[in-house]
């Protein structure tokens, strides 16, 4: 089962990278910790916005996903920023 994220992050707000400029949707972790995404959908994704709530896969999950599966799935800002490393946090 996914591992939801914080309800507060049923609206993820729209921003911009500080360090690459590139937009970027703001959620918030279980743990309240912001985290950017990048804001367009992608099948490479690990986080889904379902139904307003954010959750975050396993990469277990995510290898099981169908192809009949359409639900759109984002990616942590930090995979593909160039600077993504400086910024996350383990």
């Known amino acids: 089962m996914p591992k ?6 049923v609206n993820p707000q729209r921003g911009t990278c ?5 937009p970027v949707l703001w959620v ?4 309240g910790r ?3 995404l990048d804001p367009e959908p992608t099948e490479a994704g690990n986080v889904l916005l379902e139904g307003g709530v954010p959750r975050q896969l396993t990469a277990a999950e995510v290898a ?3 192809d ?3 639900r759109e799935r984002y990616l942590p800002h930090h995979a593909t920023c160039p600077q993504g490393r400086a910024w996350r946090k383990s």
């Open 4 to 9: 939801p994220l914080n309800p507060a992050a």
């Open 68 to 70: 009949a599966d359409e």
């Open 28 to 31: 918030r972790t279980t743990a």
């Open 34 to 36: 912001p985290m950017p």
């Open 64 to 66: 099981g996903l169908s």
């Open 18 to 22: 500080r360090s690459c400029r590139r």
